[in-house]
């Protein structure tokens, strides 16, 4: 068990760009989720999968935001034409198919510039 | 989703005990009580969760009130270790599945 690896750990952007972070989960762990945490607040909740499904989709995302879990493995999060506001930590959880417990990645620090 | 209040923070000194207040008075009969913390630069980690009966586990203990309006996490000896941003959250079924609201969370400060 080597635990959620998100990749990168830190991303400075200028606006207006795109910008991809991947999630790799525990191994055969089926369900996924993402979150976005700005600072002083708790996560809030983006999307989620299980297995290949993505099954729901926050209002906080955006049609600029798409994720993406091909093979229900590995995930991607992408968001096209950053804005300053898109600045905040991305986080990426996985969870297995009877446990209560969710665990989190250490997350990607988007900056957009 | 039903709402939990939290304290914004708290104070411990090392080696004393710490409870952590946790009032979730609109809980549904099938809300599970979730306790997460966060420490620094840290993804949140998974510290415990009950339905009506108290927990323990090698992290802390869950003492939860018997109309389940609001609980409360122990930490018997807290270590400096323990700061953290400790989150209690309500997990319903829905159709996230098992999608965690969070919110703002009690800061702790543990002193030597």
């Known amino acids: 068990d080597t635990g959620v690896s998100q990749d990168p750990r830190h991303k400075i952007t200028k606006r207006g760009q795109n910008v991809t972070f991947r999630c790799d989960p525990i191994s055969e762990h089926n369900r996924l989720y993402w979150y976005r945490q700005t600072l002083g607040q708790g996560p809030e909740f983006l999307t989620y999968f299980q297995n290949e499904a993505q099954l729901e989709k926050s209002r906080l995302l955006s049609d600029r935001f798409s994720a993406e879990r091909p093979k229900g493995s590995f995930s991607t999060l992408e968001i096209q034409r950053t804005e300053q506001g898109d600045s905040a930590m991305y986080l990426c959880?996985?969870?297995?198919?009877?446990?209560?417990?969710?665990?989190f990645g250490s997350g990607t620090q988007l900056s957009v510039l | 989703d039903a709402k939990t209040t939290q304290p914004n923070s708290m104070e411990s000194n090392e080696e004393e005990p710490v409870h952590l207040p946790c009032n979730h008075s609109?809980?549904?009969?099938?809300?599970?009580i979730h306790w997460y913390r966060q420490l620094p630069s840290q993804g949140p980690e998974y510290v415990i969760h009950?339905?009506?009966s108290n927990v323990n586990n090698r992290m802390a203990s869950l003492a939860i009130a018997e109309d389940r309006k609001s609980s409360t996490l122990i930490l018997h000896r807290a270590t400096l270790r323990d700061a953290a941003v400790y989150y209690c959250i309500l997990r319903g079924y829905s159709n996230s599945g098992y999608a965690l609201n969070f919110g703002k969370g009690t800061s702790l400060l543990v002193t030597p």
């Open positions: 009950g339905l009506t």
């Open positions: 959880a996985s969870q297995g198919r009877v446990d209560e417990k969710l665990f």
């Open positions: 609109t809980i549904s009969g099938t809300d599970y």
